[in-house]
């Protein structure tokens, strides 16, 4: 592992270690959190003996997956047409760049009026606060298309859907990594946050049924699952995108 | 000029104004200009730098459109679309980073829908030509800028367009590889008969490869001259140690050099 790699370890340990500690000597009281050592094991325990664990962890799962691939190849595709259209980018740029100040969420109370309670609103919620990262990376990623590489594409006479796919694509996937990164996130924060709001079943209900149960052991289990299962997908995304660049860029 | 039948290309009366953009006024860049391309001729165009050489090649191969005038290809006027059978290789980098060398180069063949044996012949043969068959597996990134510019020539030639366009192909290569590139793209104009038009900046390659070298003047640029090099198809690097061969850089420099003083301001 590289000089910084290992700081950035010392400093997680570090961290985790000091709220434990603090737990531990009672500064913190349990009643507003227990040691994270506590909530590891609190995990371990929910996934043999909680009947609801399986379940609920599969439907925000498949949830997250569907927001994300949503959010990401929309965004993507809704990215593409809006570059092609630079009067339309025009417009939209700015609604584009405010759009995080806008409290998405409070959006969840008409999805539920418009598509139930249910899987349906989750994923929209999921999809809608991660589309448009997606779309501003991919505006972003096809700038940096060199010109060229599009002048290639019309001398060998291709159309606007295999210059997409097969050239704008490609050419840009370095630059898209921080959307996709981002597009996950957001997808899980919306799925997550707006079983959290209200929703029969899943993580983010589970959660919240604890936390109003006073069940800080689920509930802080819970969040440690939630915790692994971003940063387990961030490193993944993090170790693909280093393969490309280190393909695709002088030493 | 030349009979109608034998014209490949026609320029007639093409020029190109860039409209003025913020804080930048318009541009002149070219023309106007009318010029004939004969069937499998090898013309080099030279010309001071900024001179409008790329912006000529872009509209020659319905890149960019003329401001002003026609340019015809095998009879049909170009407009909008790059015609088939025409290929470029560019002045900049245009290796494509994602494929290695031998992808890059069967690009084209598999667009076109060449079958996998005929490709991997034709790749094959490129990749011993632009020798570059130690690194078939090689991303553009593991290369010098000498070795991905072969790797663009190589992605056009295999395609065996009809008229080849070429804007300063061997730019980043060193005096050695850039002769005997030089040679490898004589052999295959003379095997495959194709146009070729080859902007230059260096007089000697202009004079060694070429049937015909057109001068062009400073911004606008317009042909104020061109020299016939008469060498016969048959022939390879050695002529530059031909008796003749000093006096046509000679012919080309005197016609060049006081447009390429206007260009650096120093008139
Ligand atoms: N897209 C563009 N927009 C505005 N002006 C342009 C554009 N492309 C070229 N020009 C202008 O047109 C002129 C000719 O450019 P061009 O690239 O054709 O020259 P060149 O002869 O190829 O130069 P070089 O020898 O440096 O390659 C230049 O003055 C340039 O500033
Ligand atoms: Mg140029």
Sequence with gaps: ?251 | MTKTADVHVALRGVSRVYPASAGHSSVHALGPIDFGFRRGEFVGVVGPSGCGKTTLLEIVAGLTAPTDGTVEFEGRVVRGDVPDGIGVVFQEDASFPWLNVADNIAFGLRRAGVDGAETARRVDYALGFMGLTDFRRAYPAQLSGGMRQRVCIARTLVLRPRLILLDEPFGALDQQTRLLMGEELLRLWRETGATVMLITHALDEAAMLCDRVAVMSARPGRFIGEVLTGWPRERDSRVVSTPGFGDLTGRLWSLLRDESRKALGMA
């Design chain 1, 1 to 251: 592992m590289s000089r910084a790699g290992l700081l950035r370890l010392l400093v997680i340990v570090l961290l985790i270690g000091g709220v434990e500690f603090l737990c531990r000597i009672g500064i913190v009281d349990r009643f507003t959190m227990i040691p994270p050592s506590e909530m590891v094991a609190s995990l371990v325990r929910l996934v043999g003996t909680a009947d609801w664990f399986w379940p609920d962890v599969t439907y925000t799962l498949r949830n997250i997956i569907v927001a994300t691939c949503m959010s990401v190849v929309g965004g993507f595709l809704a990215g593409l047409a809006v570059h092609a259209l630079p009067r339309l980018r025009r417009v939209l740029d700015p609604l584009f760049s405010s759009y995080y100040s806008v409290p998405t969420f409070v959006l969840y109370p008409l999805l539920i009026v418009v598509f139930g309670i249910g899987p349906l609103s989750l994923i929209v919620m999921g999809a809608m606060f991660g589309i448009v990262a997606m779309i501003v990376a991919t505006l972003n990623a096809i700038d940096r298309v060199p010109r060229v590489l599009l002048k290639v594409a019309r001398v060998a006479r291709m159309g606007s859907v295999s210059t997409a796919l097969r050239l704008k694509l490609p050419a840009a996937a370095p630059h898209l990594f921080t959307g996709l990164k981002l597009g996950v996130a957001y997808s899980v924060i919306g799925v997550v946050a707006g079983e959290f709001i209200l929703a029969t079943e899943g993580i983010g209900r589970r959660i919240a049924y604890s936390y109003n149960n006073f069940d800080n052991a689920t509930m802080y289990g819970m969040l440690v699952l939630i915790l692994m299962l971003v940063a387990v997908a961030n490193s993944l995304l993090q170790g693909w995108e280093r393969r490309l660049h280190r393909r695709w860029y002088r030493r």
